[in-house]
Every structure is written in structure tokens, then in C-alpha cells.
T-cell receptor
């Protein structure tokens, strides 16, 4: 089946720093979704990308749909302590089953105040 | 707008016991999903409902897992009997657009 590889697995940064993480696949995706999961909670949808090359922002978050359609990037600017959590990328399964999302293993972000 | 509601939030049971999880999706969302999330992993789909019909249960271990969505709104997921390996977080999600899924807080199951 399809796999999504997220890197880095974890990051430790200082408050105020910018952070970048990415998600790659061996196969083409037509949609990329980025979620954030806080401890003890379910994933929360941050950004959805539908078009190759698309760059979308949501506050301090910016995500890009890679031109090759095999990768996506999420950037967080001026990090704050509440950015702590696990960031997942996800995309629809192939074969026309657009509803079935494949998730990466996540990037754990720690922000030191 | 209320989000996806799940209960209980935590459940600890002994192996071989039954357990049930409940989900109330976002109002108006006709598609409902149950996912399982193991520690250090992303969520993995167990079953998807379109209204009251289970349209994909290929990942559901049917020997011990069952689910229902009566009247196409609330849903329950049951495990009977539970095994040690079933310890995980069980997430419910719903969507109007099939791609943008909204998750509940999950039920953390511990089987001892």
C-alpha cells in the first residue's frame, strides 16, 4: 500500500524560531492534508492542498503541494509554546477511493519557551 | 458548531472482556469513520460509513470487532473479546467532503 514518510521524526526548537517539516511519497497524491494532534486529543485539520504547486497559509502556518505531487511541506513561523504537538500529513488512497486517508507517522515538535 | 463527540474518553478493561465506544458526528456529516491509532503511528482506518451503510470495512478484524450506525447518525464500535494488542486510541471522524475529515478526541483503550 501507499506510504507517507515524514521528516524529521522529531524537532526541538526555541520559541520564536521558524520550523519546516516535510512529507514524501513514492506515488503521486492528488490532495495533501496536514493535521496537528495535541496530547490526548484527536488530530485537527490545519491545511488542505488540492493543486500541485499550491501554497496555502493559515496564520503562521504555510503548506505547499510539491510540483512532483509526491511531496508536501509545512512551515511554521515564529513558533510559540502552543505549537507543541505531533504534525501529520495525510493523503487519499489511490484507486479512486478518495475517502481513505493514508497518514504519515508524524513529526513531534517541541518548543522550548 | 459542535465537533465530533466520543465517549468514553478512557477505558481500562481486562483481556477477554467486551468494550464499546460511541461516536456522535458533526451535524449534517453523512460520512463517518472509525480509526485506530497505535502509539507512535498515524491513524489507520477500520471502517467507513456512508449514512447507515458500511461501505468499507476491509480493515476491520471481523472476528472480534463490530460496528453499527443506526439511523445514519451516531455510531458504536465494539470489541468482543478484547485482546492485549487492542490497546490503542480509537478515533471517530466525520466528513461532508470526503477528503476533509474532522476527528473526535478519541477513546484511549487499555487492555490488561
Amino acid at each position: 500500500g501507499q506510504q507517507l514518510n515524514q521528516s524529521p521524526q522529531s524537532m526541538f526548537i526555541q520559541e520564536g524560531e521558524d520550523v519546516s517539516m516535510n512529507c514524501t511519497s513514492s506515488s503521486i497524491f492528488n490532495t495533501w492534508l496536514w493535521y496537528k494532534q495535541d496530547p490526548g486529543e484527536g488530530p485537527v485539520l490545519l491545511i488542505a492542498l488540492y493543486k500541485a504547486g499550491e501554497l496555502t497559509s493559515n496564520g503562521r502556518l504555510t503548506a505547499q503541494f510539491g510540483i512532483t505531487r509526491k511531496d508536501s511541506f509545512l512551515n511554521i513561523s515564529a513558533s510559540i509554546p502552543s505549537d507543541v504537538g505531533i504534525y501529520f500529513c495525510a493523503g487519499p488512497n489511490s484507486g479512486g477511493s478518495n475517502y481513505k486517508l493514508t497518514f504519515g507517522k508524524g513529526t513531534l515538535l517541541t518548543v522550548n519557551p | 458548531e459542535a465537533g465530533v463527540v466520543q465517549s468514553p474518553r478512557y477505558k481500562i478493561i481486562e483481556k477477554k472482556q467486551p468494550v464499546a465506544f460511541w461516536c456522535n458526528p458533526i451535524s449534517g456529516h453523512n460520512t463517518l469513520y472509525w480509526y485506530r491509532q497505535n502509539l507512535g503511528q498515524g491513524p489507520e482506518l477500520l471502517i467507513r460509513y456512508e449514512n447507515e451503510e458500511a461501505v468499507d470495512d476491509s480493515q476491520l478484524p471481523k472476528d472480534r470487532f463490530s460496528a453499527e450506525r443506526l439511523k445514519g447518525v451516531d455510531s458504536t464500535l465494539k470489541i468482543q473479546p478484547a485482546e492485549l494488542g487492542d490497546s490503542a486510541v480509537y478515533l471517530c471522524a466525520s466528513s461532508l467532503d470526503r477528503l476533509e475529515q474532522y476527528f473526535g478526541p478519541g477513546t484511549r483503550l487499555t487492555v490488561t
